[in-house]
């Protein structure tokens, strides 16, 4: 990246001087310009929607025919429905078991934070999960979980209990999707941490240990410190993901055995297709939007002030 | 650098850590080995119990062959190639105007649209699934892999602008005021300036963009249905359906479906971890 260094220099100089007689002149026209195509398209397909996504939930609408004003209906009714009980559950039992991932994931970076020579593909297969599909991650634990064929019925037999059908029972399913789910975000978070010590002050730490410090005090007070953004990110980011799992619920289990998987992206999903109620699904979405809302007001903050900091 | 390199550490807790390592590292791809495993092993072979001996016969191939004889699993292929390679080229030109546009020019609104560009991002697919579905019915792209292109560029753009944004922000600004000095134009300086300066982060990005959109599920389920535009992720979930206990058959689809981003992350590994970090580990 740095190609432009020493030819450049000149050119520079002479640009500096240039700048200083012309004064600041704003040109609007070209980023107007710039911004035209790839902003029209954004507000077309993500702002525009979430408005009319608002606004539909107000309507009894079957999704193709004529919609009827319902005002609050639709949120009365969520509110009594115990399948949105359900989800929201869930939500929270994602969220809460999410968060074991920036845990396992900073426990692994640093185990793998070492130079061997072998070490980029040992790291290149940990961060694998993050590459493949959820969907192919949802078929492959599917198949890991069956109680006829799956790995996890061998080892039950192996040691002499009845394998469990862990996707067709309702207390277990949503951990085992959720445990398929982790594999990558443990990964994700991998990624980010190893970027994270890789940044630590050497220095810092050398002179921390000369004067004795080491084990958890060395980790409390010298290097947790310095990765709090990372942290602070992967912890943000996690809940984000976790509350918009869709693909593995949708292959794994669809919602079963009798919706005791679902979250709320699922239910709206299966309530806008599948019951072709377009206006009560919008209105699940809209909640679903309004909880992510706070953890993307949050992470936006950072970016923000980040941003600002560097100016 | 932390913790201390297992290089000082006495012998015996060197292969320990080793020892540990490759433990972990059996259990952590556990399910990965289990499907490639199967990929070899013929029906019968499953049927009989035999998931964990030596295939009786070697079915790599006959697999691969099944796959693409009894399932549209080649049509799907296509698809998903063509709605990923559009979208990226797609996204690429348009985020690097955006990023130009929000990094080197000063207008009102500026921090504004940096941020709709960011939490775009991340709002939940489902605020958007109703109107999108409705937009592209009415635009009769509903069913063709435009549909999937359109939705994709357009949703892709945000990261993407915020991720070249943070390139482009630190080229000097004296070199864009040079080239205006020499005469360029502001496309010249676009085309001949930024885009070669900004190469190596096109690179990362087009790793990254191939894997996003390549890896979609929802957006397929929910504005394509027929088999010749759907991709191969929605064409995956459906043939598990159809071939329930052919376990052979749907890892052998599953890993050929895996394949591309796989590939290209082994290829590009360096740009596709840089790419992930930007913006989570900065100073």
Sequence with gaps: ?311 | MYPTPIQFAPAPAQAAYRAGLYVALVVWMAPLFAILMTTVRSQTDLLAGNYWGLPTVFSLGANVREVFASSPMGLFFVNSLIVTCCTVAGVLILSTMAAVALAKYRFPGRTFLFAMFIAGNFVPYQILMIPVRDLVLRMGAYDTVWALILFHTAFQTGFATLFMRNFIVGLPDELFEAARLEGASELQILTKIVVPLVRPALAGLSVLLFTFVWNDYFWALVLVQSDAAKPLTLGLAGLKGEWLTAWNLISTGAVLAALPPVALFFLMQKHFVAGLTVGAVKG
Excluded: H
């Design chain 1, 1 to 311: 990246m740095r190609v432009w260094s020493a030819g450049v220099d000149s050119v520079v100089r002479r640009a500096r001087s240039a700048r200083e007689l012309r004064g600041g002149g704003a040109d609007l026209l070209t980023p107007a310009l710039l911004l035209a195509l790839p902003l029209g398209l954004f507000v077309l397909m993500i702002v525009g929607p979430i408005l009319r996504s608002l606004w539909i939930s107000l309507y009894d609408w079957d999704g193709t025919g004529s919609a009827t004003w319902v005002g609050l209906g639709n949120y009365r009714e969520l509110f009594g429905d115990a399948q949105f009980y359900v989800s929201l559950k869930n939500n929270a039992i994602w969220l809460v078991l999410f968060l074991l991932a920036p845990v396992l994931g900073l426990a692994l970076a640093i185990y793998l934070n070492q130079k061997l020579p072998e070490m980029r593909l040992v790291k290149a297969l940990f961060f694998m999960p993050l590459v493949l599909a959820p969907v192919i991650v949802g078929v492959v634990f599917t198949w890991f979980y069956d109680p006829t064929f799956g790995i996890l019925a061998i080892v039950f037999r192996a040691i002499g209990f009845a394998p469990p059908a862990i996707l067709s029972n309702e207390t277990f399913v949503t951990f085992g999707i959720i445990v398929a789910a982790l594999w990558a975000q443990v990964a994700f978070c991998l990624v980010l941490f190893l970027a994270g010590l890789s940044q630590l002050d050497g220095e810092m730490i050398a002179a921390a240990r000369l004067d004795g410090a080491d084990g958890v005090p060395l980790f409390r007070y010298i290097v947790l410190p310095q990765l709090r953004p990372v942290v602070y990110t992967a912890t943000i980011l996690t809940v984000i993901m976790s509350l918009r799992n869709f693909d593995m619920i949708s292959v794994m289990t669809q919602g079963g055995p009798y919706g005791s998987s679902t979250v709320l992206a699922y239910q709206m999903f299966d309530a806008t297709i599948f019951s072709y109620r377009a206006g009560y699904g919008a209105a699940i979405a809209t909640v679903l939007f309004a909880l992510m809302s706070v953890y993307i007001a949050l992470f936006l903050r950072n970016s923000l002030r980040q941003e600002a900091r560097e100016r």
